[in-house]
């Protein structure tokens, strides 16, 4: 067997795709990631890593492409980590998705007799984002706005990101030509000095209403007015112009105190026929158009006749709840952030929605206590974060014995581990359904169908 080492180069046939997109070749069985490879391809590398089990490899020549391979539309793609798949096409995204859900559900689920359905994708997969939120440094010659490459705090100046909203790249442009006028100082993360940390820029795909969002390091800044004209003479959509106060040593981007310099608090959108009202806080999917394709699945799934009692585990700001209470007889939603709740209670009075209901607390913890109550749900929908179900939840919601479960996920892994356990409880996962909302990048969302064995 060869003896790897770090700076080696070596040519190798792709064999297959790790979870990130990033292809896999296996020389005399041992494992080399390879970002920017394709499965299919022959390639040079060179070793920039190399543990007992696998290595990580650079990507030097590509020596026979993949008929699958596409120019990036975007300059700086290679360098900035806010994409992974654009050197893929999209047909070829879409199948890679559904295959990672596949490979997860048969290997850390185990299983085998599940109908796991294409992906489904966009019509234009690109400029699809209604919020982006984007560090500010100090570079060599000019503010630098951008995303940060790929394991690391290097913010990769952009002018153009071709994932978000055109708003956004006029944002930054703005944002940039002030701070170099002005000489407004960027934060610098390790000092903890400097003024501007991150820019956020909010788009409402259908009301059209634009929110910028300047996050300082400091309660007041220089040159403010000249910021607001600015923004108001060249943005026509803008309806909120906000200042986000974050002056903690952290990763997090927004501080708890936000101040309207100009305009509303808010701004607004629609999913479906429903209104919601924006803060800079708020939750909100950051793809309009696949998230009403995700909640129309959802709904689909849950196959509500007007009688149903629904139970909607981690309802965030309460969208999906908004969406089931269209056909259920009544909504229960619980979350454990409290101002979610506040904006879900809100939402649902904006939309005259009456036959939801909003707690606080854990759902592992409050759904039992709804049971105990005598309130038990016929379907219930869990939209967990990344992590997935506490298993106690999963179990309280087997004990209680609902017809159906609809599991909304962000992460098939654990999407896979939860639903082995909800097979060994009575259920029986019966279909799942990838859907891409986040194109160009390795994210993948799905609704999977998960019935009572009768």
């Known amino acids: 067997m060869l003896d790897f080492k770090k700076n080696q180069e070596l040519i190798v046939d792709i064999i297959s795709e790790g979870y990130e997109g990033e292809g896999v070749a296996k020389p005399e ?27 990580y490899g650079k990507l030097i020549e590509i020596l026979e492409p993949s008929k699958e391979r596409v120019e990036p539309v975007c300059p700086i793609y ?55 939120q984007l560090p500010v440094g100090r570079g060599e010659t000019e503010p630098a706005i951008g995303f940060y490459a790929a394991r690391s705090h290097e913010i990769i100046n952009l002018q153009q990101c071709y994932i978000q909203h055109q708003v956004g790249d006029e944002v930054v442009q703005l944002t940039r030509s002030w701070m170099k006028e002005y000489n407004i100082q960027a934060y610098d993360e390790e000092s903890g000095s400097g003024v501007v940390r991150h820019v ?11 929110m910028v969002v300047l996050v300082t390091n400091t309660a007041k800044f220089p040159h403010k007015e000249e910021f607001i004209n600015l923004i108001v003479q060249n943005i026509p959509d803008v309806k909120s112009i906000i ?76 969208t999906i709840s908004l969406f089931l209470s269209q056909k259920a007889r009544k909504v229960y939603g619980v979350e454990i952030i409290e101002a979610a709740i506040i904006n879900a209670r809100e939402n649902a009075v904006l939309n005259g929605i009456e036959n939801a209901e909003f707690f606080v607390g854990e759902a592992e913890k409050v759904i039992p206590e709804l049971i105990s109550q005598g309130k038990k749900a016929d379907v219930v ?45 009575g ?23 998960i019935t009572r064995n009768i």
């Open 427 to 449: 259920y029986k996962t019966i279909e799942v359904q990838p859907v891409d909302m986040f194109p160009q990048t390795a994210h993948v969302e799905c609704v999977a169908l």
């Open 200 to 210: 956020m820029i909010r788009k409402g795909f259908k009301s059209g209403e634009a």
């Open 78 to 132: 290679k360098r900035c980590g806010g994409c992974q798949l654009q050197h893929m096409s999209y047909e070829e995204q879409l199948r890679f998705k559904k295959n990672r859900v596949t490979d997860c559900l048969e290997r850390i689920g185990k299983l085998k007799d599940v109908v796991i359905h294409p992906t489904l994708g966009m019509d234009n997969p690109l400029r699809y984002r209604n919020k982006v």
């Open 381 to 425: 929908v869990v939209d967990p974060p990344r992590k997935g179900c506490e298993k106690s939840l999963i179990e309280a919601i087997a004990k209680m014995g609902p017809r159906r479960v609809v599991y909304v996920s962000c992460d098939p892994a654990t999407l896979a581990r939860d639903l082995a356990i909800f097979e060994t409880l």
């Open 243 to 318: 200042q986000n106060i974050n002056t903690k040593k952290t990763n997090v981007v927004l501080g708890l105190e936000n101040i309207t310099l100009w305009g509303s608090d808010t701004i607004s959108d629609y999913i479906g026929p429903f209104k919601f009202n924006i803060s800079p806080l708020s939750f909100f999917q950051v793809n309009p158009v696949q998230t009403e394709v995700l909640y129309g699945k959802t709904l689909e799934y849950a196959e509500l006749t007007g009688e149903e009692v629904v139970f909607d585990a981690y309802c965030g700001t309460g």
């Open 29 to 55: 069985g041992f494992p080399i990631f390879v970002s920017g490879a394709l499965k299919g391809e022959k390639v040079k590398i060179r070793l920039v890593k190399v543990s007992k089990n696998h290595g």
